[in-house]
Nanobody, 127 residues
């Protein structure tokens, strides 16, 4: 059974940091692209970052470039999203998703396929 489990969310002050983890089971992480998405209250879900399976190439939304870093540890079946310099607008439920298809990139925009989803972890940035 494919399962993705997010952890590491919480309450943090503006300027603080959090590291989210996405632990996968039921499949071999090596072959899957992993994306992080978030949904703020009253807003649509949006892509945050994505990492390919073949070469671990990473993609980021403009709003998080330079602040977030995505990495993967296939041996641990886990993907990490390091979030620094957090802002109140980063608040939301963060989800990870997996897909066998690779990310697509064109003209400064990326699309991260997302067949399987985790249940999400809440991130709140507030003073």
């Amino acid at each position: 059974q494919v399962r993705l489990t997010e952890s590491g969310g919480g309450l943090v002050q503006p300027g603080g940091s959090l590291r989210l983890s996405c632990a996968v089971s039921g499949f071999t992480l090596d072959y899957y692209a992993i994306g992080w998405f978030r949904q703020a209250p009253g807003k649509e879900r949006e892509g945050v970052s994505c990492i390919s399976s073949s070469d671990s190439r990473t993609y980021y939304a403009d709003s998080v470039k330079g602040r977030f870093t995505l990495s993967r540890d296939n041996a641990k079946n886990t993907v990490y999203l390091q979030m620094n310099s957090l802002k109140p607008e980063d608040t939301g439920v963060y989800y990870c998703a997996a897909d066998l298809d690779p990310p697509q990139y064109w003209s400064g925009t990326y699309y991260c396929p997302h067949d399987y989803w985790g249940q999400g972890t809440q991130v709140t940035v507030s003073s």
